[in-house]
Nanobody, 127 residues
């Protein structure tokens, strides 16, 4: 049985940092492209950061220079280091895994088409 579980969400002040983790079981981590999405109340789910099987990364323009995605295949764990957080970063953050790339030519695939999702972890940034 495949399980994807996020952790690390919290409430922080603007300018602060958080590190999210996503641990997957029941699948071979290295066979998947991985990524982080977020969804704020009343908004659609949007891609934040993706990492391909070869380790190359893609970021949404809104987080470039502030967020860093990384993974540890041996631990089946994906990370998202978030620095210089802003109130606009407040959202539920989800981890996704798919055997195809999450982005093509800078465009994100439809989140509804992705294979595996976690239950989300809440990040709240206060001003």
């Amino acid at each position: 049985r495949v399980q994807v579980v996020e952790s690390g969400g919290d409430t922080v002040q603007a300018g602060g940092s958080l590190r999210l983790s996503c641990t997957a079981s029941g699948l071979t981590f290295g066979d998947y492209a991985l990524g982080w999405f977020r969804q704020a109340p009343g908004k659609e789910r949007e891609g934040v950061a993706a990492i391909k099987r070869d380790g190359s990364t893609t970021y949404a323009d809104s987080v470039k220079g502030r967020f860093t995605v990384s993974k540890d295949n041996a631990k089946n764990t994906l990370y998202l280091q978030m620095n210089s957080l802003k109130p606009a970063d407040t959202a539920m953050y989800y981890c996704a895994a798919d055997r195809r790339q999450l982005t093509y030519g800078g465009s994100w695939r439809d989140p509804n088409a992705l294979e595996r999702w976690g239950q989300g972890t809440l990040v709240t940034v206060s001003s």
